[in-house]
């Protein structure tokens, strides 16, 4: 099993800044894949950001250049930069782990408000 705790998340003005940190345990972190996903009221939970094992990146269309995903395989966490945030980026973030093909273990999600 893997646990994975989200922290870093708040309420920030249009323009601002915030960096998510997703802490996980239980298994080796450099074999994970890692996403960060995202879900505002009435909508679907989508996926931001993701990071192979190997450190290859992937981004959805609409945080591109703005949003940048990381990991730190000594301290067995992954991050999530966001930067030029707008009030559409308001949404619970969570982090999860993939060893396989999916997604199979989760965190507790975190909350970032932009207010405009």
């Known amino acids: 099993q893997v646990q994975l705790v989200e922290s870093g998340g708040g309420l920030v003005q249009a323009g601002g800044s915030l960096r998510l940190s997703c802490a996980a345990s239980?298994?080796?972190?450099?074999?994970?894949?890692m996403g960060w996903f995202r879900q505002a009221p009435g909508k679907q939970r989508e996926l931001v950001a993701a990071?192979?094992?190997?450190?290859?990146?992937n981004y959805a269309d609409s945080v591109k250049g703005r949003f940048t995903i990381s990991r730190d395989n000594a301290k067995n966490t992954a991050f999530l930069q966001m930067n030029s945030l707008k009030p559409d980026d308001t949404a619970v973030y969570y982090c999860?782990?993939?060893?396989?093909?999916?997604?199979?273990?989760w965190g507790q999600g975190t909350q970032v408000t932009v207010s405009s």
């Open positions: 999860a782990s993939r060893y396989g093909m999916r997604y199979d273990y």
């Open positions: 239980g298994r080796t972190f450099s074999s994970l894949a």
């Open positions: 990071i192979t094992s190997g450190g290859i990146t």
